[in-house]
């Protein structure tokens, strides 16, 4: 079955720069998250998109941004990139809430962003 | 706000030993969804499992089986015959629906080491 895809897997970024996450959710998973996970952490809420709109939003930096496609794939945008970004980027999917069984949550791999 | 306890910081035992990783979860809504999530050395999050607040009966799946309890607010994860291959950081996360988005309020994870 498919999975929640995230692209590029590794990227090395120098500080102040920008760095581009994107995520293509499982198909016909209408809800997307990203968390982010420093090294010996648990993963932390940034970001959630219901329908393209943003639905929820936790401890994500004003640096960063994200948002979701029509066809739900969502980039989340992160500049003037510091040295504690480096993480551990999740992307995850679901069906909205409320659908009855559709909530459980999926990860995909992650992209390891390193800040040098 | 909710939160999710995970006392066992790392457990190490030998292949074929059982082992039980403990989750202790609070929470002041009565509707809620609690995971488990396996991390191996790779760094992807796995779905394990999904139990909603209504229903406490227990689950076995294969070597892994799960104990909630309502009463004192856990959901435990037992591994049978332990082997190699589950050595990983293991997450509980709680969800609650009622404002809250569907994001995952995880624990702080247990490392567990199986040796041979």
């Known amino acids: 079955a498919a999975g929640v895809i995230q692209s590029p897997r590794h990227l090395i970024k120098e500080k102040r720069e920008t760095a581009t996450l994107k995520c293509y959710p499982i198909?016909?998973?209408?809800?997307v998250y990203w968390y982010q996970q420093g090294p010996g952490q648990d993963p932390q809420f940034l970001i959630s998109?219901?329908?393209?709109?943003?639905?929820d939003k936790g401890s994500i930096p004003d640096r960063f941004s994200a948002q979701q496609f029509s066809d739900y794939h969502s980039e989340l945008n992160m500049s003037s990139l510091e040295l504690g970004d480096s993480a551990l980027y999740f992307c995850?999917?679901?069906?909205?809430?409320?659908?009855?069984?559709?909530?459980?949550?999926?990860f995909g791999e992650g992209s390891w962003l390193t800040v040098v | 706000a909710q939160k999710v306890t995970q006392a066992q910081t790392e457990i190490s035992v030998v292949e074929k030993e059982d082992v039980t990783l403990d989750c202790v979860y609070e929470t002041r809504d009565t509707t809620y969804y609690l995971f488990w999530y396996k991390q191996p050395p790779s760094g992807e999050l796995v779905f394990l499992i999904r139990?909603?607040?209504?229903?406490?009966q227990n689950e076995i799946s294969g070597r892994y089986s799960w104990n909630f309890q309502k009463s004192t607010s856990s959901f435990n994860f037992t591994i049978t015959a332990s082997q190699v291959v589950d050595s990983a950081v293991y997450f509980c996360?709680?969800?609650?629906?009622?404002?809250?988005?569907?994001?995952?309020?995880f624990g702080t994870g247990t490392q567990l080491k199986v040796e041979l």
């Open positions: 139990r909603n607040s209504f229903d406490e």
């Open positions: 995850a999917s679901s069906l909205e809430p409320s659908r009855g069984s559709g909530n459980t949550i999926y």
């Open positions: 998109f219901y329908e393209k709109m943003q639905s």
């Open positions: 198909p016909r998973h209408d809800t």
């Open positions: 996360a709680l969800v609650i629906l009622t404002g809250g988005g569907n994001k995952l309020t």
